[in-house]
Every structure is written in structure tokens, then in C-alpha cells.
T-cell receptor, first 115, second 115 residues
Framework: NAGVMQNPRHLVRRRGQEARLRCSPM?????VYWYRQLPEEGLKFMVY????????ESGMPKERFSAEFPKEGPSILRIQQVVRGDSAAYFC?????????????FGEGSRLTVL | DAKTTQPTSMDCAEGRAANLPCNHS???????VYWYRQIHSQGPQYIIH???NNETNEMASLIITEDRKSSTLILPHATLRDTAVYYC????????????????FGKGTKLTVNP
């Protein structure tokens, strides 16, 4: 059973470009979470999505950032007009709603570098 | 904001037990204690969780005090590969308790296992 798959693993963008990060949850999981980790800092929650719905976006910056989790295909975290401060590791996690444990399974992350 | 307090760092000798403490004095009756770890640059990994009883799995043991205000994660025979940042998180089990789905990570404890 494949784990949470994130791609690209590494992405380099110039200031002002767009970054798109993709996350395929574990098979059977319909809940996706995105976290950001700045260099030498902890993980910060960004957004929680279920299929076709944003449930909690309390950690998302108000501008330039958006996320979606369509009925078909991976979840996408989109960052428009990137700035150097967006350089970070972005982790995706998934969970099963039916799982009473509530544990999250994380991917290996996508590392964004903004030049 | 994280509801737990952990030491910033700890050291342990290889082959010895690593005991990682966590204070969660404001824990609510419906909140579970979760432990995750993050090995350098990798995605966080679930270790164990519990409500009020002690728990054990193939990775670790979790000891929760009777008043539930603190807990200890025990790695019985630490190896060099256990060097990581260990996060203690409290959260209601969303599947059954209607709690928030997301996990809020604090700064964790940097455990270094020495040869």
C-alpha cells in the first residue's frame, strides 16, 4: 500500500513565479492536510481538506496561497507570485475519517526554493 | 497554539531506554495524547497515542499519569536511527469527539542518541 506521495520533491522558482505542489493521499484516505516548515522551525498547519471541500484554512496566508482537493486526482497547494519567504518544506498528510485513531500519515515533503 | 511542554533537547546512549517527558496540564477529558517524530528532513512519523491507559506498540510505550497532566514516551532500546525531534500533541479524537481535525505541532524535543 503506497504511502502519501508528494511531488515534486524539490522545486526551484524565481520570485514572481507560481509554484504548484501535489499530494496524493494514501489509498482510501479522503482527508488531506498541508503543513509548512520553514528552515530550522517547527511544522505549521496550513489547511485541511476533504474531497472537494476546504474544512479548515485557518493557517493559510490570506493572499497568494490556495489549495484544492478535487473529486478526482491529487490535492494541489498553489502559491502565486512566490517570494523568498515562501522557501520552505511543504508537507502533506492524509487520514481516514473512519479511523478512530485519527493518526495522520505524512509524505516526504516538497522543498520549495525561491531565488 | 500547542498545549504541551517538552524539554528542548535530550541525549541518550545507544541501547539504553530513552524517556521523553511531556507536560499537558490543561488537557481536557476528551483529548488524546499523540506522539510523532521527525527524523531530519523527513516527514513526521506517527509513533503512538493514548487516552488514559498506558499503551505499547512495536515502536514505543506511552505512560500517562493518573491525572493525565503529563506523559512519558519510552523508547526501550534506543538506536542511532532514533535520533529525531519528538513531538507530543494533545487533540480530541475527531472521529468520535467532534474535535478539530488538525494536529498542532509545538517545538518538540530533539533527541540525540549517542554511540
Amino acid at each position: 500500500n503506497a504511502g502519501v506521495m508528494q511531488n515534486p520533491r524539490h522545486l526551484v522558482r524565481r520570485r514572481g513565479q507560481e509554484a504548484r505542489l501535489r499530494c496524493s493521499p494514501m489509498k482510501g484516505h479522503s482527508h488531506v492536510y498541508w503543513y509548512r516548515q520553514l528552515p530550522e522551525e517547527g511544522l505549521k498547519f496550513m489547511v485541511y481538506l476533504q474531497k472537494e471541500n476546504i474544512i479548515d484554512e485557518s493557517g493559510m496566508p490570506k493572499e497568494r496561497f490556495s489549495a484544492e482537493f478535487p473529486k478526482e486526482g491529487p490535492s494541489i497547494l498553489r502559491i502565486q507570485q512566490v517570494v523568498r519567504g515562501d522557501s520552505a518544506a511543504y508537507f502533506c498528510a492524509s487520514s481516514s475519517r473512519q479511523g478512530l485513531t485519527g493518526e495522520l500519515f505524512f509524505g516526504e515533503g516538497s522543498r520549495l526554493t525561491v531565488l | 497554539d500547542a498545549k504541551t511542554t517538552q524539554p528542548t533537547s535530550m541525549d541518550c546512549a545507544e541501547g539504553r531506554a530513552a524517556n521523553l517527558p511531556c507536560n499537558h496540564s490543561t488537557i481536557s477529558g476528551n483529548e488524546y495524547v499523540y506522539w510523532y517524530r521527525q527524523i531530519h528532513s523527513q516527514g513526521p512519523q506517527y509513533i503512538i497515542h493514548g487516552l488514559k491507559n498506558n499503551e505499547t506498540n512495536e515502536m514505543a510505550s506511552l505512560i500517562i499519569t493518573e491525572d493525565r497532566k503529563s506523559s512519558t514516551l519510552i523508547l526501550p532500546h534506543a538506536t542511532l536511527r532514533d535520533t529525531a525531534v519528538y513531538y507530543c500533541i494533545v487533540r480530541a479524537n475527531a472521529a468520535t469527539q467532534g474535535g478539530s481535525e488538525k494536529l498542532v505541532f509545538g517545538k518538540g524535543t530533539k533527541l540525540t542518541v549517542n554511540p
